[in-house]
């Protein structure tokens, strides 16, 4: 996409907690937005917010954004729960929304969310920074490229150091045990179904619960068919600790004609093993929040692109909704303890 010269987005971030952070400083790398207000429930986090900013506008009412002529786009770092609630309203005021994964709770907010992006003729996306991630975009590259042929088996594991601490029990508190799976299994299923090429057509998940205080469960493993016949095992892991804090990943994949297998435990982060031999994957995988194509400043930024040459955002909302129902069914496959089928 060529770069567009328009005046910038003006941006209003909408939640103010640890993952508005990371918005933050992608935001603090793109020409194509400036992040002008903040918004938070709690007044003094808006504040302090605003302060690292390095701006003045703080309020604690989304809506205010909404009535105003000055804030072109959204961006929607609050609590799951209102993310669709959120979006939809954005949307429905002309505002474009770039909205946290999950991007809705349900498939019902999912799709209010796909028509009232249609029928304002804003843009609207789930923000899924690992795709902009240098080690995904290589691996897949070579998906692309043919090098291991069709796709037919992922192994996936996305361990992270446990986030949960005894004195943030109040937070989740009263979440579900597949809590797990639905904040943070929109990452998995939606890389499965980027570099698979396929939407999930049926899951089979089982948990862990982990800690006896906290009743979200810190283990999920999920095993997915794709409608194209590709199968993947995804793990959500929060039990152990990744060698590198905070994101550790491995995926090993086989294709029709060569396999991939990468992972954070090697000193080269992954290699290919294809008819042409046997190579290394791209070495270069900075995730430094300095660096300006770390993922959220690239999401940030060929969101806002988009938007600008009225164009169609990287990801859209109907893949992300696709992803959502298998995130679903994999909850409702936890509670049951059957397969689940999803409806397209």
Excluded at 1 to 20: E, F, K, Q, Y
Excluded at 25 to 47: H, S, T
Excluded at 72 to 98: P, Q, S, T
């Amino acid at each position: 996409m060529a770069t567009v010269s328009l005046p910038p987005l003006r941006v209003g971030l909408i939640g103010c907690g640890g993952i508005a952070g990371n918005h933050l400083a992608g935001y603090r790398l793109v020409e194509e937005a400036d992040l002008v207000a903040c918004c938070d429930i709690a007044p003094e986090k808006a504040r302090e917010f605003a302060a690292r900013a390095g701006i003045s506008d703080a309020c604690s009412d989304y809506r205010e954004f909404l009535a105003r002529g000055d804030i072109d786009m959204v961006d929607i770092c609050a609590i799951d729960e209102v993310h669709a609630e959120i979006a939809v309203a954005a949307l429905k005021a002309g505002k474009h929304a770039l909205i946290e994964k999950p991007f809705a709770m349900s498939v019902a907010e999912g799709e209010e969310i796909i028509s009232a992006a249609r029928e304002s003729g804003c843009r609207a996306m789930c923000a899924q920074s690992l795709r902009w991630h240098p080690r995904w975009r290589a691996i897949k590259q070579a998906i692309d490229s043919g090098r291991i042929g069709t796709p037919v088996y992922a192994r996936y594991s996305g361990p992270s150091s446990p986030f949960w601490r005894p004195e943030q029990i109040d937070a989740y508190r009263d979440r579900p045990p597949e809590w797990l799976l639905i904040h943070n299994g929109m990452h998995s299923f939606d890389l499965m179904t980027w570099l698979l090429g396929s939407l999930p057509v049926r899951v089979h998940a089982r948990s862990h619960p982990g800690q006896e205080w906290l009743p979200v469960h810190e283990y999920v493993s999920c095993v997915t068919r794709f409608a194209s016949g590709a199968i993947a095992h995804t793990e959500e892991n929060r039990i152990m600790p990744p060698p590198r804090y905070p994101l550790g990943n491995e995926i090993y994949l086989v294709g029709t004609a060569g396999t991939i297998d990468a992972t954070d435990r090697l000193t080269h982060f992954g290699d290919i093993t294809a008819a042409d031999g046997y190579s290394l994957l791209a070495p270069g995988s900075s995730y430094a929040l300095t660096d300006p194509d770390m993922p959220f400043a690239c999401e940030i930024r060929e969101f806002a692109r988009a938007v600008l040459a009225d164009e169609e955002v990287p990801i859209p909302l109907e893949t992300s909704l696709g992803v959502l129902k298998a995130v679903l069914a994999g909850a409702e496959s936890l509670r049951t303890g059957e397969a689940v089928s999803i409806d397209a």
